[in-house]
């Protein structure tokens, strides 16, 4: 009998076909978290969970007594409850890799966007604002030989360094292990400490997974640390951020602006956020090419196979939960 599989969302169809042809596929079709309640229920009889987009939890795992394997579509993977899968003995697994350049790419987007207020310009185009060019007009900050600090330098940490490094910046990193020194002299990274970091940078992008030791790790003593002239990026977690501190020194002009794709409680957003004029906000969408989605998708249902086929998946999250 062939495995049952859950998809929790629609993905592509070249991707649901491979799914199809090896297991028994069952696919939420509405583009939509699926709550812990509706979601266990549907894992009942699932031996497969292929997670997009939602949050796989105790209460979720509890109904689902077959599951075998949870392939979340996603490198980060905070939203899966990790130990409580391990001590059920089900794997987890990620997709690293398709998506680093995307998200690099976003991040670069954002301190671009930022630094030359790129959003604010093309509002104040669009409403007929721009009656006359004025020397004094709208200016911003430059970016090329500027300092890019990179908190977590990790697969999409060393990308966002490397674009960095083709704008002439200099590059910082602080990270909880050092890169080995040939990949140091690669990129053009140095490693400082997290104080220097803070200090130095003109631009900040924070690159690190969320885990309790990441939480706030940006906090009010940190922005207080940073130059007011240096810009915050963030395409990695928002709780890595206290974004109420953030809020606070963006006001305050302690913070010259934030580029962000993610935020602290999202999809809610902080509600001063929205009325500031010195950040540029995405929805979450640092890996929301077409192409790299499909990548994403394709990976996770690779994962999802081989788990169930009793091969060690590639992407493995948790070794100790695997015979
Ligand atoms: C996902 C992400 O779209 O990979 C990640 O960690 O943040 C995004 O690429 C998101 O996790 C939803 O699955």
Redesign the pocket.
Same mark, same amino acid.
């Given at each position: 009998m062939k495995p049952r599989i859950f998809v929790t969302r629609p993905i592509p169809s070249a991707v649901l076909e491979r799914l199809a042809a090896r297991g028994d596929l069952q696919v939420h079709h509405e583009d939509a978290s699926l709550k812990p309640g509706p979601l266990g229920e549907a894992c009942r009889e699932v031996e497969g969970l292929l997670a997009? =987009?939602v949050r796989v939890s105790e209460e979720v795992l509890s109904q689902a007594s077959k599951l075998r394997v949870v392939a979340?579509? =996603?490198?980060?993977y905070d939203?899966i409850d990790v130990a409580a899968c391990t001590a059920r003995r089900i794997a987890v697994t990620n997709?690293p890799g398709v998506?680093t350049d995307t998200?690099a790419d976003l991040a670069f987007a954002l301190l671009m966007a930022v630094a030359r207020r790129v959003v604010e310009c093309d509002a104040f185009v669009r409403q007929g604002r721009w009656q006359r060019w004025e020397f004094g007009m709208l200016w911003g900050a430059d970016i090329h030989h500027k300092t890019l600090g990179i908190f977590g330098f990790g697969r999409i940490g060393q990308a966002m360094a490397r674009r960095g490094a083709g704008f002439g910046m200099r590059i910082l990193y602080h990270s909880r292990r050092r890169a080995p020194e040939d990949l140091e002299r690669e990129i053009g990274a140095q490693f400082v400490d997290r104080e220097t970091l803070l200090r130095e940078s003109d631009f900040l992008s924070l690159h690190c997974p969320s885990t309790s030791e990441t939480h706030h790790a940006i906090g009010a003593r940190e922005l207080s640390l940073m130059k007011p002239s240096a810009f915050l990026i963030n395409t990695a977690r928002g709780k890595v951020v206290d974004e109420e501190a953030m809020v606070a020194a963006l006001e305050s002009k302690k913070l010259a602006g934030a580029g962000l794709d993610v935020f602290e409680h999202e999809p809610h957003l902080h509600p001063k956020l929205s009325g500031l004029a010195n950040v540029v906000l995405m929805p979450?969408l640092?890996?929301?090419t077409g192409e790299t989605r499909f990548k994403?998708a394709m990976l996770a249902a690779e994962n999802l196979l081989a788990a169930l086929e009793g091969q060690r998946p590639p992407n493995l999250v948790n070794p100790e939960a695997y015979p």
């Open positions: 997009v =987009g979340n579509c =996603g490198v980060g939203n997709t998506l998200t979450h640092g890996s929301a994403m």
